[in-house]
């Protein structure tokens, strides 16, 4: 067997029984590490640190630098602001990054490669959200908000005070926040001399579109060809009811010279997205989704060849799907990131002149390799990779190409999590009601003694095509529940990915079914050993772990003692009519429930029917400004219990979406959270 190096063993046996335990305020010392950048020698790199300050409740991104010889690493340019996106300019000798500037706007500025003589670039009067050099150091591109349809008051002159919004189709409201009649458009500039020259060109001019992706797409889903004269470009070119239930995005390659934009993955309907050009700029590699309503797909390569003007599949027969993709110095060979078994891995693919390509596993770490960056020449690549698990916080590592083996190279937080008592991590296979295992990760509590008993939670992961992984979360801290003394329970049932596409699959249209069976099969499981009282058990979830929560609520036949549901989906003929992204109830419930009456997922898979088998204490947690799964949701399950006379707490966060970011607002999540516990639990 290969030898894995990886420091979450050491992080799991190294303390004294002495140390102190994970707590929420802890989780906010910890510094958030991201972005990781290589310079074009491998010798060093760069990389974002995000800290936060819990008594002004903000946060504040600086910086890094890595020296690969010394092994050291240092803040490179740090602020009382933020300073994000770090990159390598072209010339190698300067690093350019996000700031705001002395009005509070988004710009890029650069500065040399020790951190000295900083300057702005840019002068734009809205926020620079994204950006990139070409390798040829000509021009750039940048994206910024533009305002395209008219407001309300510029539609009505005479009401300049009025708050009101108009919409005539579909899509007005997304993740977090409405629609505003402001796009995020794709600018080019000329770059000569140190100086940007000329104005800048939209490339999106008067188009209804955003590039990249909203809410959540950045620099990735756009890449410029090594000589600057294409630049790939992703975006859903649809609007209104077409764009709710389509996530028919398209790559588009735009000319500099001409001025021509070209649909390079027209007639492929599912989500296609970053696009990367081959270093001989003679292909273009992307990542693509088959089904135009299916959000969690199989996300596979392709590659197009300008000569031919083939597209071809190249991960042909790989049952997994890829989250990001890299090409190898050479040409010959990509890179990518994918998920299996629970964890997210680095992999090669090796291209043929046709066809597939040959796919070989390179780490097989007991973590989440979160993002990495390449450098090097054809005969030796340097890759840096972002790495977490269930114990450790993202650090930087660099991996071996060859033996894949990831040693650490950035001890960030690492005065933090020396002094702290982690528990043992164990992954245990359970066996479902129909015979295929369930991996499920158990997490003890620190100082686990078998003797006594614990309580312990079935952990619902929401998705629900989201894998439960080794992640380390900020708020689904399974650490942090372990040091508050419960044993964690948290399978990954079916419906989640990194076990093939066939268990992704079995989710959909059966929310109710063999999923759930899963859950109650792996608590069932874990509540046989003598260490666990299985009086004392809760089942706690977020979105379509709320749900698992509402559903199980109705159907755990006195299994649990308390439910914690945290924006969760109770009602799916009322989320159907209140939810913005159409295609997932579309392929993940049926379609609109007045379609089909006898459609299973609202005849026999909606909690909100079983509302009168509830019996058990529930605590709902819901946010405002989700509309992904809106607040009414929370409303109704918890107006519900407390008509039945069933004991509950409602936690409403007014300025939070689907998740909770804030770090007071996050702490106030935990205290609840585990007071409703310890409750009913202890």
């Keep these: 067997m290969r030898p894995i190096l990886t420091i979450f063993s050491v992080v799991l046996c190294s303390f004294s029984y002495s140390q102190p335990f994970l707590t929420p305020e802890t989780l906010w010392k910890l510094k958030r590490i991201s972005d990781p950048q290589l310079s074009a020698d491998g010798n060093s790199a760069l990389f974002n640190v995000r800290i936060f300050d819990v008594s002004t409740n903000k946060g504040n991104s600086d910086i890094y630098f890595f020296d690969r010889k010394s092994g050291n690493a240092k803040p490179l340019i740090a602020s009382s602001g933020d300073e994000s996106q770090a990159r390598w300019m072209p010339d190698g000798k300067n690093v350019s990054f996000l700031k705001a500037d002395s009005s509070g706007i988004n710009q890029i500025f650069y500065a040399s490669a ?5 300057q702005q670039l840019t002068f734009s009067t809205s926020d620079i959200t994204n950006y990139s050099f070409a390798s040829s150091g000509n ?53 000569e001399n140190g100086k940007l020259s000329g104005n800048p060109k939209d490339i999106m001019p008067a188009e209804r579109f955003d590039a990249p992706l909203q809410p959540h797409g950045g620099e990735e889903q756009i890449h410029w060809s090594r000589d600057g004269k294409f630049l790939a470009y992703t975006c859903k070119k649809l609007t209104g009811k077409e764009f709710a239930v389509s996530t028919n ?11 021509i934009t070209t649909n390079i993955s027209q007639g492929m309907n599912g989500y296609d997205v970053n696009p990367r050009f081959s270093p001989d700029g003679s292909r273009l590699m992307w990542l693509s ?29 790989f049952d997994y799907s890829v989250e990001s993709a890299e090409w190898n110095a050479d040409g010959k060979s990509i890179i990518f990131i994918s998920g299996i078994n629970a964890t997210e891995q680095l992999w090669q693919i090796d291209l043929p002149a046709s066809g597939p390509g040959r796919i070989r596993q390179i780490t097989k770490d007991t973590g989440n390799h979160t993002a990495f960056t390449m450098a090097g020449s054809s005969k030796k690549t340097v890759i840096i990779s972002s790495m977490m698990s269930i114990s450790q916080p993202t650090e930087l590592f660099e991996v071996n190409p060859v033996t894949g083996v990831s040693r650490q190279i950035t001890f960030i937080n690492q005065n933090i999590l020396s002094q702290i008592q982690m528990g043992k991590v164990e992954k245990r296979m359970i066996k479902a009601t129909d ?51 419960y044993i964690v329970v948290a399978p990954n049932r079916r419906g989640l990915p990194s076990f093939g596409t066939e268990w992704n699959r079995q989710i959909s249209g059966d929310w109710g079914g063999q999923c759930m069976k899963d ?4 608590i069932d499981a874990v509540s046989t050993e003598p260490y666990v009282n299985k009086d004392n058990l809760g089942c706690v979830g977020a979105s379509f772990g709320g749900y698992s929560v509402f559903w199980l609520a109705g159907h755990h036949q006195k299994r649990f003692k308390t439910f914690i549901a945290h924006c969760g989906v109770f009602n799916l003929k009322s989320m159907y009519g209140s939810t913005e992204e159409l295609w997932f109830p579309d392929f993940d419930l049926g379609g609109p429930y007045w379609k089909n009456t006898s459609n299973i997922s609202y005849q026999k898979f909606s909690p909100n029917d079983y509302i009168n088998n509830w019996d058990t204490p529930i605590l709902v947690i819901h946010n405002e400004k989700d509309f992904r799964v809106p607040l009414g949701q929370g409303l109704e399950a918890f107006t519900a219990a407390r008509v039945q006379n069933i004991p509950a707490r409602f936690l409403y966060f007014p300025d939070e979406g689907h998740w909770v970011t804030k770090p007071q607002n996050s702490i106030l999540w935990q205290r609840v959270f585990f007071d409703w516990l310890d409750k009913y639990l202890k």
């Design 519 to 522: 859950y109650l099969s792996a």
């Design 114 to 118: 020790d951190g000295s003589n900083q």
């Design 289 to 317: 989704m088959e089904t135009p309503t299916y959000e969690a797909d199989r996300n596979r390569i392709f590659v197009y060849d300008f000569k031919t003007k083939a597209k071809t599949e190249i991960t042909a027969g």
């Design 139 to 191: 021009i750039i591109w940048f994206t910024t908000d533009v305002k395209v349809d008219k407001s309300v008051q510029e539609l009505y002159p005479d009401l300049p005070k009025s708050t009101g919004k108009i919409y005539d189709d579909l899509m007005m409201r997304h993740w977090n926040s409405w629609e505003d009649g402001s796009y995020s458009h794709l600018f080019i500039q000329s770059f």
């Design 435 to 485: 015979g295929k295992e369930i991996l499920t990760w158990i997490i003890y509590p620190p100082g686990f003694d078998a003797s006594k008993k614990y309580p312990a939670l079935l952990y619902c992961q929401g998705g629900p095509q989201s894998t439960v992984s080794q992640f380390f979360s900020y708020r689904w801290n399974f650490q942090l529940m372990a040091a508050n003394g």
């Design 249 to 259: 995005s398209d790559i588009y390659l735009f000319d500099v010279e001409n001025s």
